[in-house]
T-cell receptor
Framework: GAGVSQSPSNKVTEKGKDVELRCDPI?????LYWYRQSLGQGLEFLIY????????KSGLPSDRFSAERTGGSVSTLTIQRTQQEDSAVYLC???????????FGDGTRLSIL | AQSVAQPEDQVNVAEGNPLTVKCTYS??????LFWYVQYPNRGLQFLLK??????LVKGSYGFEAEFNKSQTSFHLKKPSALVSDSALYFC???????????FGSGTQLTVLP
């Protein structure tokens, strides 16, 4: 079946612009995660959605970052007024429940000029 | 707070030789432990997990990992490395009550022909 789908796969934008990154999780997966992977770094947790519960936003690095998940399925990560340090690969993952392995998308490579 | 350490940024091994990728963790209570592999320009793929039971866990592609509670380690192993095993490997952990995984910084494995 289809895996986690992320779009766009690559995004180049100018500093100060807003960007939206999209994640389509595996159908039926109630848990959805966003991570950031900077060059040579591990994965940095950003935000977690579980069903209809309030999201865990504890990893968002600043108020320029926000995310929503509509209808318990598709999620959008928005970065406002982008800065060069936002350049990274943004990974989305989903799982059927919190103690099951996460399935990752191939990520969106974001480059801020 | 949860933490995961992968002390080696890079591991090189000759094809056919055994390989070990090291991981130590710090979580409260009983740990949930995972290994993921990442190929270039791709998301992470699940290899194996430990939640409870036998300390030796077998996973995909001939990989296994040994949970050692006294040393708080979860090293990844394979008896005979293949060139195709060359990739970036991530260890991850969480406590039973946590909802998010904490990832190590990754270890680049290179298997030399």
């Amino acid at each position: 079946g289809a895996g986690v789908s992320q779009s766009p796969s690559n995004k180049v934008t100018e500093k100060g612009k807003d960007v939206e990154l999209r994640c389509d999780p595996i159908s039926g997966h109630t848990a959805l995660y966003w991570y950031r992977q900077s060059l040579g770094q591990g994965l940095e947790f950003l935000i977690y959605f579980q069903g209809n519960s309030a999201p865990d936003k504890s990893g968002l690095p600043s108020d320029r970052f926000s995310a929503e998940r509509t209808g318990g399925s598709v999620s959008t990560l928005t970065i406002q007024r982008t800065q060069q340090e936002d350049s990274a690969v943004y990974l989305c993952a989903s799982s059927p429940q919190v103690d099951k392995p996460q399935h990752f998308g191939d990520g969106t490579r974001l480059s801020i000029l | 707070a949860q933490s995961v350490a992968q002390p080696e940024d890079q591991v090189n091994v000759a094809e056919g030789n055994p390989l070990t990728v090291k991981c130590t963790y710090s979580v409260s209570g009983n740990p949930y432990l995972f290994w993921y592999v990442q190929y270039p320009n791709r998301g992470l793929q699940f290899l194996l997990k430990y939640i409870t039971g036998d300390n030796l866990v077998k996973g995909s592609y001939g990989f296994e990992a040994e949970f050692n509670k006294s040393q708080t380690s979860f090293h990844l192993k394979k008896p005979s490395a293949l060139v195709s095993d060359s990739a970036l490997y991530f260890c991850a952990a969480r406590s039973g009550s946590a909802r998010q995984l904490t990832f190590g910084s990754g270890t680049q494995l290179t298997v030399l022909p």
